[in-house]
């Protein structure tokens, strides 16, 4: 199973921009994808996560600015990010758990990161 993250870039404060990452390989169903963010010199926390049934839960710090959305059918998860700033500024790290098709092993990965920088 791999995923490949995209869609990170500069963007000035104020600005939007949308990570995307996929999900590929022998996946047999996924049950939550998400999104992480670390900052330099911090820990990485959640920024925000969906499961299959659709249930989000973001951090109280991008909440009403940050949407993440799925497709299930292409094992994608999106993050629309707004209103952005400097303190959004980290590396952006999707992680999707589920379970894989023939072994029916679960499974939790985490994608490269993406960086975002937001300049003020």
């Known amino acids: 199973v791999q995923l490949q993250a995209s869609g990170g870039g500069l963007v000035q404060a104020g600005g939007s921009l949308r990570l995307s990452c996929a999900a590929s390989g022998s996946i047999f169903s996924i049950s939550v994808m998400g999104w992480y963010r670390q900052a330099p010199g911090s820990e990485r926390e959640l920024v925000a996560k969906i499961t299959s049934a659709g249930t989000q839960t973001y951090a109280d710090s991008v909440r009403g600015r940050f949407t993440i959305s799925s497709d299930n059918a292409k094992k994608t998860v999106y993050l629309q990010m707004s209103s952005l700033r400097s303190e959004d500024t980290a590396v952006y790290f999707c992680?999707?758990?589920?379970?894989?098709?023939?072994?029916?092993?679960?499974?939790?990965?985490w994608g490269e990161g993406t960086q975002v920088t937001v300049s003020s």
């Open positions: 992680n999707v758990e589920g379970v894989r098709r023939g072994s029916f092993l679960r499974f939790a990965l």
